[in-house]
């Protein structure tokens, strides 16, 4: 949502995209966003993670200028939403969770308006055109009309829209949602594509998998309160150690394994082992080797081990006290969106 094709704007704040501090917004009695602060720095793929009603677009929409803040301050690139919207709208691009795109048009024509209406001549938005149509795959539906248009090929195309004015900073809000695991890897390596050309992405997500493949940093929201912050792997440390997973090969060994895991990594009764399994705490990732020699020392033979980290779905379960998909805030983003309030 760019108002020109060529942005001359210079951010005034360093490399931070996008700083919030305290963001309220309210709608009756329901508090939607209650206190976030978000802090981007330009060139990532920032994460917003959390369940339907969490208060994601919300937030989206008052860093976008679409909704004005009840409480708290945001700028993007230096510049305040509130106070310098028309700067602001320059320097960002918002695709939405539904593609904002006229069915009864072609893929082309769609974003030959879109184009026009940022400014482009016709020469230069045929181009555009074009080469976003090449870019999101869609070069051989470009003559059809959008009626025909899978759910995935409606997602790339709008944010292929988003993107005709080349934004520094891009608002992705559940880009991938509905979208097969296939089209969604495609979104992936577009969104990681981005990036690279120099943008800053600020993604809001309920995919697990999705923030844990892209974000670079992530924020966990939820009932309107960033509940915590940091790269996905400080998350996952946040919650608790590794663990050490091992298949016995012979049942007989079970005990004599769990007796060699409970002295090599001096867990003592941690170990837990049902089904040929042996699972234990693992601070330290070196000593797999040293439980490794020592079982073989022992003749006990495995089957398979790994070390795996804590997911992002234990990392939510933890802090949160439920799951990203199932004990959801009873208002939702999608209604919340409806009640726009322009800047």
Do not use: C
């Not at 040929?276 to 080797?289: F, I, Q, S, Y």
């Amino acid at each position: 949502m760019s108002n020109q094709h060529s942005i001359n704007i210079v951010p005034n704040n360093g490399d931070m995209a996008v700083e919030a501090r305290g963001l309220v917004k309210t709608f009756g009695d329901n508090r939607a966003v209650d206190g976030v602060d978000l802090n981007v720095r330009a060139g990532s793929i920032y994460g917003v993670l959390g369940p339907n009603g969490a208060g994601k677009t919300t937030t989206i929409r008052m860093l976008a200028t679409l909704l004005r803040p009840d409480g708290g301050s945001a700028s993007i690139f230096g510049h305040d939403v509130v106070k310098e919207p028309q700067i602001v709208r320059q320097l960002i691009g918002v695709t939405g969770q539904y593609a904002s795109v006229d069915e009864s048009l072609s893929a082309t024509e769609n974003l030959i308006i879109f184009s026009r209406l940022l400014g482009l001549s016709r020469t230069e938005a045929r181009r555009k055109a074009s080469e976003l149509l090449e870019e999101f795959g869609l070069t051989e539906a470009a003559k059809r009309p959008l009626k025909n248009f899978s759910g995935g090929m409606r997602r790339r195309l709008d944010l292929a829209a988003s993107l005709i004015a080349q934004p520094p900073l891009i608002f992705l809000d559940e880009p991938t949602t509905g979208l097969d695991p296939r089209t969604r890897n495609q979104m992936w390596d577009t969104i990681r594509r981005l990036v690279k050309s120099g943008s800053t992405v600020l993604l809001t997500t309920q995919y697990l998998q999705e923030a844990d493949e892209l974000a670079d940093r992530i924020a966990v929201i939820d009932r309107g309160h960033v509940v915590a912050e940091g790269t996905v792997n400080e998350l996952k440390e946040s919650v608790g150690t590794s663990s050490l997973h091992l298949n016995i090969e012979n049942l007989q060994h079970m005990q004599d394994a769990r007796l060699i895991v409970d002295r090599v990594l001096k867990v003592e009764s941690a170990v837990s082992a049902e089904g040929g399994k042996v699972l234990a705490p693992m601070a330290d990732a070196d000593r797999v080797a040293d439980v490794l020699i020592a079982l073989r020392e022992a003749g006990i033979q495995l089957a398979e081990f790994s070390v795996q980290k804590p997911t992002l779905d234990e990392v939510f379960l933890t802090i949160t006290g439920h799951g990203v998909e199932g004990d959801a805030a009873k208002a939702s983003d999608k209604s919340e969106q409806e009640r726009e309030v322009r800047v």
